[in-house]
């Protein structure tokens, strides 16, 4: 096969940053996708619909001029959040969900939960309206190991958050363990999770081979190979609870190339030839529409996308060059495997 042809997808979790980089990086998506679900976690974070609707309006300025992408705006939660404002900004239809971080747990995330019986409110006012919490879901105890704390998350914070809160739609973000891919099928029609492109391809060892490499380190951090294994066999299955999240976190080379430096692997421009790719491998293009652009409207009960795009085979694309920002290139996530499938938009 040499062509497919694909309902138009969609990226279920992205960072646009603002200012210069937005407008440096929103190309690549709205070239290709959509709709994106763009991450609050700006400084300081989208917590009110006001700051919301200016964001928003911000991406649709810095939108190229053509593109149908249309962004598709989150609340960052907080222990302050009054559930009259989730509710007042899902009625307008100025949000698509909420996002939880737990305070520390990532970039940008200080203003995030320690306390979860401070959003129990939020929370079920969120079930009552079907409006679903997605979850940077990794615990914060630095007692718990780095490659332990999805695992951990899911047994001391979402099981019981979802036992609390019956009917609260959840989207379990980057999932990156066996854990997190049992628990979500078997978790039932309010549950799903979003899986990168990064998370498909590379294991742990991708951080240390030969020396440290800072882009690929990213949150939550790649594990072994059986859950890499585990995710490309949920993304592949065609499942609906599984569904394309890039988590395309740009950062400058400056800001990732330090002593301590930041998280995030950016893909925009690569994560489609990059999923191709590995659903070829695993004999399972003919499900790879279920998982970037069916499964994700599905769940946020939206209509899939009315147009299409074409994947086609060819020589092996070139390398994609940094995205210049006036504070330095922003490193295209390399996946270090030849990619064959060039898409048009
Ligand atoms: N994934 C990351 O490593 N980084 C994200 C934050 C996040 O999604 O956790 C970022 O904003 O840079
Ligand atoms: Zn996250
Ligand atoms: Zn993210």
Excluded at 162 to 177: A, C, K, Q, Y
Excluded at 299 to 315: E, H, M, Q, S, V
Aim: proline share 9%; hydrophobic share 45%; aromatic share 6%.
């Amino acid at each position: 096969m040499d062509a497919i042809t694909l309902t138009r997808p969609d990226d279920w979790h992205l960072h646009l940053r603002d200012g210069a980089m937005m407008e440096a990086v929103l190309p690549a998506t709205a070239a290709l996708y959509g709709r994106a679900i763009v991450m609050p976690n700006l400084v300081p974070p989208v917590v009110t619909p006001a700051q919301a609707a200016e964001y928003r309006d911000r991406i649709l300025s810095a939108k190229p001029r053509g593109a149908a992408f249309r962004p598709l705006m989150t609340l960052y939660l907080t222990e302050e959040t009054q559930p009259r404002d989730v509710r007042a900004a899902a009625e307008i239809g100025l949000i698509a969900a909420v996002k939880l971080y737990p305070a520390g747990a990532t970039t940008n995330s200080a203003s995030g939960v320690r306390d979860f019986s401070k959003v129990m409110r939020v929370l079920e006012n969120m079930a009552q309206i079907g409006l679903p919490l997605l979850v940077h879901g990794e615990v914060t105890d630095p007692e718990i190991d780095i490659f332990d704390r999805e695992a951990a998350f899911i047994d001391r914070v979402l099981d019981p958050i979802r036992r609390d809160v019956p009917g609260l739609r959840v989207v379990m973000e980057h999932i990156t363990t066996s854990d997190a891919v049992e628990y979500v099928r078997q978790g039932g029609p309010d549950l799903a999770a979003t899986i990168t492109a990064h998370h498909l391809v590379i294991n742990r060892n991708a951080m240390f081979r030969g020396g440290i490499r800072p882009h690929y380190f990213c949150l939550p951090v790649a594990k072994r190979e059986s859950h890499r294994r585990a995710l490309v066999a949920a993304a592949t299955s065609g499942a609906e609870a599984f569904f394309l999240g890039t988590d395309s976190a740009p950062h400058t080379d400056g800001a990732k190339l330090q002593p301590c430096g930041c998280a995030g692997c950016f893909t925009a421009p690569n994560a489609l030839p990059i999923c191709a790719e590995i659903f070829e491998a695993e004999g399972a293009l003919d499900r790879l529409e279920r998982f970037v652009s069916l499964n994700g409207p599905a769940f946020y009960k939206l209509a899939p996308n009315p147009d299409r795009i074409t994947l086609r085979r060819g020589a092996p694309l070139p390398a994609f060059a940094p995205v210049e920002t006036p504070d330095g290139p922003v490193t295209v996530f390399d996946p270090e495997m030849a990619l064959h499938w060039r898409v048009d938009g």
